[in-house]
T-cell receptor
Framework: DTGVSQDPRHKITKRGQNVTFRCDPI?????LYWYRQTLGQGPEFLTY????????KSRLLSDRFSAERPKGSFSTLEIQRTEQGDSAMYLC??????????????FGPGTRLTVL | RKEVEQDPGPFNVPEGATVAFNCTYS??????FFWYRQDCRKEPKLLMS???SGNEDGRFTAQLNRASQYISLLIRDSKLSDSATYLC?????????????FGTGTQLKVEL
């Protein structure tokens, strides 16, 4: 399968713990996006990278959240001192820009986080 | 006011029916427009892009009215497999990237 992959698919943690999620984009996709989706809502933009550079962060991304894409390939999203309000599906998407590519975003299966 | 507004539904229709979804967006600077489909507890998948001239893909037709900031999706001859949530998505060019803004989604249930 050459689509976007995310790991883990499910994570249950206790309030106050730190969690880290990983996203592997489609090969050769230079842009990578993180979104968060809660029940009954559409996904909300969190941040995005072009290659290894983080170019934009949403106001939703508090100081407890940090994302990296150190080599311009996979990305990690870390949440420190988790709160119950962090419970959501965390979605990663990737796209390719340049050389006429349309920057269509393709989503991974998501990581479902439950904070107890 | 939400940036992208949709009727959440659910729309319950019989198999073979034609169903239409509407969506409005607030930012006139929006660059491009899409419909994504999301099945229960799955990731969103691109259904189709939406162009000002209107575009069709099989049983699906999408329309964009920039003056009214309005997007529509028409599904003809609906199938049981069309049951899903349909997300209206607007792309606003920002910081050199493309930030997708999603509506809350419209739930469709196609019944026998």
């Amino acid at each position: 399968d050459t689509g976007v992959s995310q790991d883990p698919r499910h994570k249950i943690t206790k309030r106050g713990q730190n969690v880290t999620f990983r996203c592997d984009p489609i090969s050769e996709h230079n842009r990578l996006y993180w979104y968060r989706q809660t029940l009954g809502q559409g996904p909300e933009f969190l941040t995005y990278f072009q290659n290894e550079a983080q170019l934009e962060k949403s106001r939703l991304l508090s100081d407890r959240f940090s994302a990296e894409r150190p080599k311009g390939s996979f990305s990690t999203l870390e949440i420190q001192r988790t709160e119950q309000g962090d419970s959501a599906m965390y979605l990663c998407a990737s796209s390719r820009v340049g050389q006429g590519a349309r920057d269509t975003q393709y989503f991974g299966p998501g990581t479902r986080l439950t904070v107890l | 006011r939400k940036e992208v507004e949709q009727d959440p539904g659910p729309f319950n229709v019989p198999e073979g029916a034609t169903v239409a979804f509407n969506c409005t967006y607030s930012n006139s600077a929006s660059q491009s427009f899409f419909w994504y489909r999301q099945d229960c507890r799955k990731e969103p998948k691109l259904l189709m892009s939406v162009y000002s001239s209107g575009n069709e893909d099989g049983r699906f037709t999408a329309q964009l009215n920039r003056a009214s900031q309005y997007i529509s999706l028409l599904i003809r001859d609906s199938k049981l497999s069309d049951s899903a949530t349909y997300l209206c998505v607007v792309n606003m060019l920002t910081g050199g990237g493309n930030k997708l803004t999603f509506g809350t989604g419209t739930q469709l249930k196609v019944e026998l």
